[in-house]
């Protein structure tokens, strides 16, 4: 079975890498890395302006009223938030990323509470982006949506192997990928409002369709729906923290080169996003998280827009969806390269299992791709692909990051003008702690929005899971912090054992007991015994006899067990040893049978130690080590023998009827 299990890991992830093949750093320029870093923030172009009216369309038509002034206040949003992190680049040119600047500026609790949230933040990426790629492919495939979670799980197991082989997508594939599909959005924007500008009537054919009831809403109600879809459509700010964590990629001065990457591709992401929004506006765009009509297959907003302007033509329409599904994909694949190396800096940090630390075979950080893409189809089948529905859980892990990080940057700022003196800089300071205020007042607002008002609608989820990734992390860190504490040597010399004593546990004179009595030897304890339970005196007598017979310079006690009970003389003994010499040491040497592993010479023998028998062996050495490995001051040694190691081969006894 192991070797099957061997087989089935080369085919999936390919044969190991030494570590001396690790690639080098990749530094890019600024006309390699804007585009292959605005993967992230760009791709959000494809789910974000349709939330505004996916919430606005509760309300019925009369609310898309709204719409163009409720994208503006998203780009207002964006633009704070992208000013900030033009500062926030340069001050931590290192790439720390937003876990870094809270736990360097509010301590280890910020920082637990910061990787708690960016944690679902990468989950939700990959749900979310898959998800919005499986829904554009649905335009062009009608056949997949009653499938879409199925397929987007699947596509996740896909990336998740892609990245287990260490395999990296191009850069100028990347790059490629994210030209055109930002091409393919100006193009529908320049054609759009150009058709418009002429005097063309556009109208989108789901501007016929009855999405909702219009109805009489108060003023209040009508002001917490505005609220509620500015919250929604401010996800378009995801990925601009992608600039923090990959600082490095950049060729120096990295703080100035990742500055202007920001900036260019903030820019134009603001401008596709109010684009999007008011075209959407213009036309009669709808959309709505639950449609009317059962039978009516409701497109995402770019397809539509994309169907009107374009006369819904197949040459137009085809590769504008495959760009939007291309950029997605690659969008949840950053995700899958970035969280296991945050991971792993979370497990450097003890916040995490040190196991996410080690790179596998292919050095990838194997342990953490597996948990995003468990935890990511898990929520894309839960939720049912529809990428409105985790909207409420993907908002609270990108916006408590985003408040964590700017009051971070405020108290940064501060410290810096606390000490700097230089008028110049003193200047640049102010305004980079306003701009960083300003920035986590804004984010504090979208996330009590979602917190007061969409807290059905997946954000207590939200609230769940960050909390427990909090609590966990916080006791991995306590855990690791006394193992620390409880492992370090103290000041001066070490208190050592004051002697070694060995015992070896005889249940029959053999070959296996043979190798324990030589290795024990071998390590030169002060002392060594055999040690046997008498659970039938014929047996004890009989191991005896034996034993004289065979000269074994060893003394063998035998401990009486009344009841036929096996691990407890043995446990009463070793503890007896223990305290009538407490600063000794004891090491039990204990038989393992290995069944399914040796060259099992001989044809018949084969089937004798297969891997099958293991059931069969080493019962009663389990008992006694989960007896013995709570004792302190024992050590328990388990002496292998591999069944089928012989020279000969074993004799075969014909079985009687």
């Known amino acids: 079975m192991t070797r099957s299990l061997s087989v089935f890991k080369r085919l999936l992830v ?166 055109a599909f930002v091409a393919g959005m100006a193009a529908l924007l320049i054609a759009g409002f150009l058709r418009i500008g002429a005097g063309e009537d556009l ?27 500015f919250a929604a459509g401010s996800v378009a700010v995801t990925g601009m923290e992608t600039f923090t964590t990959r600082v490095r990629f950049f060729r120096p001065p990295r703080g100035r080169n990742a500055a202007a990457a920001i900036t260019a591709v903030g820019a134009a992401t603001v401008a596709l996003f109010t684009g999007v929004v008011v075209l959407a506006y213009l036309v009669g765009a709808q959309s709505s998280a639950e449609p009317g009509a059962a039978d009516y297959l409701q497109h995402p907003l770019l397809a539509q827009l994309a169907d009107t302007v374009f006369n819904a033509s197949p040459a137009a329409m085809t590769p504008i969806m495959l760009a939007t599904a ?68 993907y908002i609270v892990g990108v916006f408590l990051s985003m408040v964590l990080a700017n009051a971070a940057m405020v108290r940064h700022w501060r410290r810096v003008l606390s000490v700097e003196r230089d008028a110049t800089r003193r200047s640049r300071a102010r305004r980079a702690r306003g701009t960083a205020l300003l920035a986590a007042l804004a984010c504090a607002v979208v996330l009590a929005i979602v917190a007061l008002t969409d807290y059905r609608r997946g954000g207590w989820i939200a609230v769940l899971i960050i909390g427990g990734c909090y609590l966990l992390m916080r006791f991995i860190a306590q855990h690791y912090s006394a193992v620390r504490d409880e492992i370090e040597l103290p000041p001066g010399k070490p208190r050592l054992p004051a002697r070694s004593h060995a015992i070896v546990l005889v249940s029959s004179v053999n070959l296996p007991l043979m190798r ?83 060259p099992q010479p001989g044809r018949l023998s084969r089937g004798y130690f297969h891997w099958t028998t293991t059931l069969l062996h080493n019962q009663t050495t389990k008992a006694i080590r989960r007896q013995l490995k709570y004792e302190p001051g024992v050590m328990i040694c388990i002496v292998p023998w591999i069944l089928g190691e012989s020279t000969e081969p074993p004799p075969l006894r014909r079985i009687r009827k």
Not at 25 to 50: D, F, G, M, T, W
Not at 335 to 353: C, T
Not at 528 to 550: F, H, K, M, P, Y
Request: a positive charge.
């Open 326 to 393: 291309g950029v997605l994909i690659l969008a949840a694949n950053t995700a899958f390269v970035g969280f296991p190396q945050l991971a792993s800096i979370f497990a450097e940090d003890s916040l995490l299992p040190r196991q996410l630390h080690k790179r596998g075979d292919r050095l990838v950080y194997s342990n953490g791709i597996l948990i995003l893409a468990v935890a990511a189809a898990l929520l894309v089948i839960l939720f049912g692909g529809r990428t409105f529905e985790l909207m409420g859980l």
């Open 14 to 179: 390919g044969e190991p890498f030494a570590s001396g093949q690790r690639p080098p750093s990749l530094a890019l320029s600024k006309r390699y890395a804007i585009p292959l870093l605005a993967v992230n923030p760009i791709s959000s172009l494809a789910y974000a302006p349709e939330q505004v009216f996916l919430v606005l369309g509760v309300a019925g038509t009369a609310a898309y009223a709204y719409s163009v002034w409720t994208g503006l206040a998203v780009a207002a949003v964006m633009v704070t938030v992208i000013a900030s992190y033009r500062y926030t680049v340069q001050a931590y040119p290192g790439g720390g990323g937003d876990y870094r600047v809270v736990a360097a500026n509010f301590g280890p609790g910020a920082g637990r509470l910061a990787a708690a949230a960016l944690v679902l933040d990468y989950i939700l990426t990959v749900a979310v982006s898959v998800s919005a790629a499986v829904a554009a492919l649905d335009v062009l495939l009608p056949g997949l949506h009653p499938w879409r979670e199925w397929i987007g799980a699947a596509a996740i197991v896909l990336l998740a192997a892609f990245n287990l082989r260490g395999l990296r997508v191009s850069g100028r594939f990347a790059a490629a990928v994210t030209v």
């Open 203 to 229: 109208t989108a054919a789901s501007a016929d369709a009855v999405t909702a009831e219009n109805q009489e809403w108060t003023s209040a109600a009508l002001f917490i729906l505005c609220a509620r879809a």
């Open 516 to 598: 324990m009595l030589s290795y024990a030897k071998a390590t030169r304890p002060d002392t060594i015994t055999g040690l046997s339970v008498n659970v039938d005196a014929a047996a004890s007598r009989q191991l005896l006899a034996e034993w004289e017979r065979r000269g074994i310079k060893v003394p063998l006690t035998v401990v009486d067990s009344p009841y036929r009970e096996i691990t407890g003389p043995i446990v009463d003994f070793v503890k007896a040893r223990r305290r009538d010499a407490p600063r000794d040491v004891v090491t039990v040497y204990l038989p393992e049978y290995v069944v399914g592993q040796g």
